[in-house]
């Protein structure tokens, strides 16, 4: 489908090249249920999701802008009231995240190695850039690669400095990645290709209205391997 036209490929790296979603996830519920001592669990989530949204422009993402929501929501569904064994909890249970091993997602190191004969390779991630160098290290995906970047926002403008950068036509480019909001609808509204592989859990801050995706073709496949086809003259 690609083969022919698109000259580099580009992957998100989080819950497109290894998991990360999952460990949020569980941090969440791990906290929520703590601070049941004091409001509702969906309650609590729904306070933190809100705090995490503001945050986002001031912390950027992250774990650590994390563990700074996880602060704050608490005290404010329980102000004046959290123990200090509460905010070690909360502070330990940021610190696991930071060193949790980094698990690939299942087949993408072939779909890498395979592309790579034939294609530029980038990796295009957002967040702090610390923790994402620690990932990229621990992962060893890096060697799959001609150029990384870490972003703090992926917008059409942070694209198209990096297209620019790298000399690569809007026309020859193809987006990989599992959230619609961050890989897809910025990549195709600068007149990219893009390939969406859903993950099995998104974070709600990623999530799109129908609204926004009228008028945008992308293609979605539900596993890496079923990029092979698309890019190779298999």
Known sequence: MFH????AVAFDADDTLWVNEPFFDRAKADIAEMMSAYVP???FMKILEQTQSRN???????VKSFVISMIEAANIVAPGRIKSSELE?????????LTNPVEPIAGIEEVLRTLGREYELLMITKGDVAEQQRKISLSGMSVYFDHIEILTEKDEAAYERILHKHSIRHDEFLMVGNSVKSDILPVVGIGGSAVHI????????????????????YVEISKAGELLPLLMSL
């Open 198 to 217: 859903p993950f099995h859990t998104t974070w709600v801050h990623e999530v799109v209205c129908e609204d926004d995706l009228c008028g945008r073709e």
């Open 89 to 97: 909890r909360i502070i330990e249970i940021g610190r696991s995240m």
């Open 41 to 43: 669990a969906v309650d």
């Open 56 to 62: 986002i422009g001031v912390f950027g993402y992250g």
């Open 4 to 7: 022919g036209k698109v000259k």
